[in-house]
């Protein structure tokens, strides 16, 4: 095989998977590591992938990428209903007490299904940060909503900020569902932007049990701030289930991985 040819193919790989690994890939190609490295430097140089330790991704990849609020919301709908009724298992009909909503389109699908609870079902405490899901429930039957607030972040709606964090950090709710940009198994759970990491660091912190509501996209993707370890982390809900080191990650981690 040509370099050109295997390179296309790796670049293909790329597009489908989000990322390569290096020893993957030479054992794939019956190649040598050196080649591949070649083959991954010159696709960088030629700005169709980004090099990261043991391989490579999309150079949508980047750690800073974040898409606004609008744009996600149409994004994978389908995936993102199918993981948010798959979560709610983790609150029985029976439940009592308290849920902290994060920020975020999955968690939003969340709060759908809270506010189409039967009124005659046990009351429920939610509380949450994200001016999108507090306007959602507002008046919800079967639910007594408290919204954090403090500055607003435009791009994704939701209150951030030393108020935000103090506030949160001031609570101890039953249930936390946490959305993330990225989950990988070196660097945890991770999100561009350092003030929404310090709100989703103080969410983990406060609460007893966290769910990560994250579709399979996000899976060995690092943004720029780290806000949590898997073992931070109770259950990861995902629309498939992790491959490779993450899934290790996550059985060494004992998290638990649901998908519909």
Same mark, same amino acid.
């Given at each position: 095989?040509?370099?050109?040819?295997?390179?296309?193919?790796?670049?293909?790989?790329?597009?489908?998977?989000?990322?390569?690994?290096?020893?993957?890939?030479?054992?794939?190609?019956?190649?040598?590591?050196?080649?591949?490295?070649?083959?991954?430097?010159?696709?960088?140089?030629?700005?169709?992938?980004?090099?990261?330790?043991?391989?490579?991704?999309?150079?949508?990849?980047? %750690?800073?990428?974040? /898409?606004?609020?609008?744009?996600?919301?149409?994004?994978?709908?389908? =995936?993102? !209903? *199918?993981? @948010? &009724? +798959?979560?709610?298992?983790?609150?029985?009909?029976?439940?009592?007490?308290?849920?902290?909503?994060?920020?975020?389109?999955?968690?939003?699908?969340?709060?759908?299904?809270?506010?189409?609870?039967?009124?005659?079902?046990?009351?429920?405490?939610?509380?949450?940060?994200?001016?999108?899901?507090?306007?959602?429930?507002?008046?919800?039957?079967?639910?007594?909503?408290?919204?954090?607030?403090?500055?607003?972040?435009?791009?994704?709606?939701?209150?951030?900020?030393?108020?935000?964090?103090?506030?949160?950090?001031?609570?101890?709710?039953?249930?936390?569902?946490?959305?993330?940009?990225?989950?990988?198994? %070196?660097?945890?759970? /991770?999100?561009?932007?350092?003030?929404?990491?310090?709100?989703?660091? =103080?969410? !983990? *912190?406060? @609460? &007893? +049990?966290?769910?990560?509501?994250?579709?399979?996209?996000?899976?060995?993707?690092?943004?720029?701030?780290?806000?949590?370890?898997?073992?931070?982390?109770?259950?990861?809900?995902?629309?498939?289930?992790?491959?490779?080191?993450?899934?290790?990650?996550?059985?060494?981690?004992?998290?638990?991985?649901?998908?519909?």
């Amino acid at each position: 095989m040509y370099a050109t040819e295997r390179q296309q193919l790796i670049e293909n790989l790329i597009v489908t998977e989000g990322r390569v690994v290096v020893v993957e890939l030479a054992r794939r190609f019956g190649v040598t590591t050196e080649t591949v490295r070649r083959d991954l430097d010159q696709l960088e140089t030629s700005g169709l992938v980004r090099r990261v330790h043991g391989g490579a991704v999309s150079r949508s990849r980047v %750690s800073t990428a974040e /898409s606004s609020l609008a744009e996600r919301t149409t994004r994978r709908g389908d =995936a993102k !209903i *199918a993981i @948010a &009724r +798959r979560a709610m298992d983790a609150m029985p009909a029976d439940f009592e007490g308290s849920v902290y909503l994060d920020a975020g389109t999955t968690t939003a699908e969340v709060a759908t299904l809270f506010a189409q609870r039967p009124a005659s079902l046990v009351p429920v405490e939610v509380v949450t940060h994200s001016m999108t899901i507090a306007h959602m429930l507002a008046g919800a039957p079967g639910l007594s909503l408290t919204a954090i607030g403090g500055r607003v972040r435009g791009l994704t709606a939701a209150a951030v900020g030393a108020q935000t964090v103090d506030a949160i950090s001031r609570l101890r709710p039953d249930l936390a569902f946490i959305g993330a940009n990225g989950i990988s198994a %070196s660097f945890g759970l /991770s999100t561009p932007d350092p003030d929404e990491a310090a709100v989703k660091r =103080a969410v !983990i *912190a406060a @609460a &007893r +049990r966290t769910v990560v509501v994250s579709d399979a996209e996000k899976f060995d993707a690092e943004l720029l701030v780290s806000f949590g370890a898997l073992d931070d982390v109770d259950i990861v809900v995902a629309d498939a289930p992790p491959r490779g080191l993450l899934a290790t990650a996550f059985t060494d981690a004992e998290v638990e991985v649901w998908t519909p």
